[in-house]
């Protein structure tokens, strides 16, 4: 394709993309299917652009005020990924001078906003949080997420599985923490292997993996996944259940649990039951209460602990949607509380970094439930369930995983126990 050609696709895709009406990964799935012809290289460039303008829309923006023409155009061009002679190729004498200049620019001498790249809201909580590794954290959020795996322990052992990855010229590390997980370098073609197609593997960030191993399933045990959307938890979970017992698998959302029917059909389980609800007081939980013996709610959430895979979620949330989402969360750890037998575990998870969705929430149920609920501290969990170095992922009681500590994306969880 001529470089001035792709550098126009890569204007028309932003152009829909800063529209924010819907999510960027939706977005981007359409964009490709509308451009089949497009080879692996191109969708490699147009893809890690949008991405990259995505994450530093606030710097791009400004430095794109100095330049003239289309906006989106010029922010590809600040923003481009893909290979430098190509984009030489699609640039005038003009904006080659431009480009030159701009690039002359410190940007360590430039304001704070437009160093970090996030909202004032999201953007003053962290600083309050993290203080020195407020700025640490931004340059994690900055990079592209590593790619990790679960091996399904029913199929493969860790050492098996990194074995038949690196006979297929893919390089590979055990995960510090999850005693599943395995760390791919780059962005591999894994759904051409049979260790994926045979269900061997999933791709499961090891934050995910861990808020499994919290859980903590038993052989033959009474399970809900209360919140199990595609299902990444659910069989991660049914794996460690070795098969037997019973795994609900609940959502609201009938599209995401028909995402979980072809992972569920490579992964070898037979104890998963997916099981679309209407809400948190649905009939069907209610028929289950008192009789579960562990229960996952890993809350829908404002995401911001995933931004370095979705950074169009800074610029989509706000305030406002917080706060819904913490009466949502309120509301869902207390009816699936309500399924827990006698001495049965409890586990509120989010992909948040926000203390108002995590801290809080977890600090509220426990102080309107500290006659039915003990809270149980996440490090002694974690060492029960074989996870390495747990120590490293607890903030007092809670874990509290970041990713320029852990190489994970952001999670919270809280666990307690019922009297």
């Not at 606030?58 to 290979?83: F, K, N, T």
């Not at 931004?138 to 990194?162: G, H, I």
């Not at 809400?279 to 008192?290: F, M, Q, S, T």
């Amino acid at each position: 394709m001529h470089p001035n050609a792709l550098l126009d696709l890569a204007t028309e895709l932003l152009r829909t993309l800063l529209k924010f009406d819907e999510p960027a990964d939706a977005v981007m799935s359409a964009f490709f299917r509308k451009h089949r012809a497009l080879g692996h290289r191109e969708r490699h460039a147009l893809a890690e652009t949008a991405y990259a303008v995505l994450r530093q829309r606030l710097l791009h923006q400004h430095l794109a005020q100095s330049g003239s023409g289309v906006l989106e155009r010029r922010l590809a061009i600040l923003a481009w990924q893909g290979e430098e002679k190509m984009l030489r190729g699609a640039l005038g004498p003009h904006e080659q001078a431009w480009l030159a200049e701009v690039q002359k620019i410190d940007r360590g001498t430039l304001p704070d906003k437009l160093r970090h790249n996030l909202p004032d809201w999201l953007a003053a909580p962290l600083r309050e949080q993290l203080g020195d590794e407020f700025w640490p954290l931004v340059n994690a959020l900055a990079e592209p997420a590593p790619l990790d795996l679960r091996v399904n322990s029913l199929k493969s052992k860790r050492e098996e599985a990194q074995q038949q990855l690196q006979a297929a010229g893919i390089a590979s590390a055990p995960t510090p923490h999850s005693p599943w997980g395995l760390r791919v370098d780059g962005k591999p073609a894994l759904n051409r292997l049979e260790l994926f197609t045979g269900g061997g593997v999933e791709v499961q960030d090891e934050g995910s993996q861990l808020l499994a191993l919290l859980l903590d399933a038993k052989r033959g045990e009474m399970v809900v996944d209360f919140c199990a959307g595609a299902g990444g938890k659910t069989l991660a979970i049914g794996a460690s259940m070795r098969n037997t017992g019973r795994l609900y698998a609940f959502d609201v959302s009938g599209h995401r649990l028909d995402a979980l029917k072809p992972r569920l059909a490579r992964s070898g389980l037979s104890n998963v039951h997916p099981a679309q609800i209407a809400h948190e007081r649905d009939d069907r939980v209610k028929r289950l209460a008192g009789k579960i013996d562990r229960v996952l709610v890993d809350a829908p959430c404002s995401g911001m602990g995933t931004l370095r895979r979705n950074p169009d979620l800074k610029w989509r949330q706000s305030p406002k949607a917080v706060a819904e989402l913490q009466a949502k969360q309120t509301a869902i750890l207390a009816s699936a509380a309500r399924l827990l037998k006698s001495g049965g575990r409890l586990v509120y998870a989010t992909c948040s970094l926000l203390a108002d969705e995590n801290e809080r929430v977890a600090e509220a149920f426990t102080a309107g439930h500290a006659a039915d609920f003990q809270p149980l501290p996440v490090a002694e969990a974690l060492a029960a369930a074989r996870v390495g170095a747990p120590d490293a992922l607890v903030a007092g009681p809670y874990l509290r995983l970041w990713p320029h500590r852990h190489r994970t994306d952001g999670f919270f969880a809280a666990v307690w126990q019922r009297r």
